[in-house]
């Protein structure tokens, strides 16, 4: 039997991208009330389960569990989660982590990450997405790999677990490279690495058994001050809304039609 696992998987409640995005309030961030969790998490979700299948999954004593930080309604991507197979889930929530950018979001996360491996048990690897579908930033990873002092391997499309050893093919174009990493790692993976599972009634209804614990900075060891707009590097100073579309420019053909559309095209400076 291959060893144990324990797995922290990354997962984000983002704005439903069927959804125009919208900035809210005096410190324009970002409207979360029409939330889901974000598509690319999924991939993460779905490498970990395979790795704790593998290995005898939670009767072998592999560990799942999946990590939200947000307000009250990022609970949803956790419970999501846990309907398509994670085995526990953590929400990180607290007043002032409002506003975090992706400094002292990773901040927070790193300290919830250090509280997880306090039970006696270290955390072996965190596994995220290749990026949130909101920010789309790629940070998370890096900074948390940095903060925790851990190896990291980002865009794997491929990952393998043996021997104490991460192993990851990374895809760029048309060259691929094998990258390997002792544990415990920080991994993000791409939307190459599988092809997610969706929660079936079974598992819908096994999620209303399994276990959320709820943290708040106090629980973590993580002062107000560091999070939130006042621990932010970076600041939203305006926001606009983007300009309504206009009616495209309609080229009737009266035989001229290619030299209207190549006048057309060198006026945008296209050609």
Same mark, same amino acid.
């Given at each position: ?77 956790? !419970? ?8 526990? @889930? /953590?929400?990180? %929530?607290?007043?002032? *982590? =409002? #506003? &975090? ?109 399994? !276990? ?8 973590? @060891? /993580?002062?107000? %001050?560091?999070?939130? *707009? =006042? #621990? &932010? ?39």
């Amino acid at each position: 039997m291959e060893e144990t696992l324990k797995i922290v998987v990354l997962v984000k409640h983002v704005p439903d991208a069927q959804f125009d995005r919208h900035i809210t309030g005096p410190a324009n961030t970002t409207d979360r009330e029409e939330s889901i969790l974000s598509e690319l998490d999924e991939y993460a979700l779905e490498a970990a389960l395979q790795l704790a299948e593998e290995r005898g999954g939670p009767k072998a004593g592999n560990e799942v569990i999946a990590l939200s930080m947000g307000p009250a309604g990022a609970v949803n991507a956790v !419970k999501k989660s846990l309907q398509i197979g994670a085995y526990s @889930g /953590v929400h990180l %929530s607290d007043d002032a *982590l =409002a #506003g &975090s950018d992706a400094a002292a979001t990773s901040l927070a996360l790193a300290a919830a990450i250090r509280h997880l491996s306090a039970d006696g048990r270290p955390v072996d690897l965190v596994l995220t997405g290749m990026a949130s579908t909101d920010g789309e930033t790629s940070l998370i990873p890096a900074q948390l790999a940095e903060r925790l002092s851990l190896p990291q391997v980002t865009f794997a499309s491929s990952l393998e677990i043996a021997g104490g050893q991460v192993t990851a093919r990374r895809d760029a174009g048309p060259y691929s490279e094998t990258v390997e990493a002792p544990l415990p790692a920080v991994v993000s993976v791409t939307d190459q690495i599988n092809e997610p599972r969706y929660p079936n009634f079974k598992g819908i209804l096994a999620a209303k058994k399994k !276990k959320i614990t709820s943290l708040t900075l106090s629980d973590i @060891g /993580v002062e107000a %001050s560091q999070v939130g *707009l =006042a #621990g &932010s590097w970076t600041v939203v100073e305006s926001a606009e809304a983007r300009p309504p579309r206009t009616a495209g420019t309609i080229i009737t053909d009266e035989g001229d039609a290619g030299i209207k559309l190549v006048d057309f095209l060198a006026a945008q400076k296209l050609l």
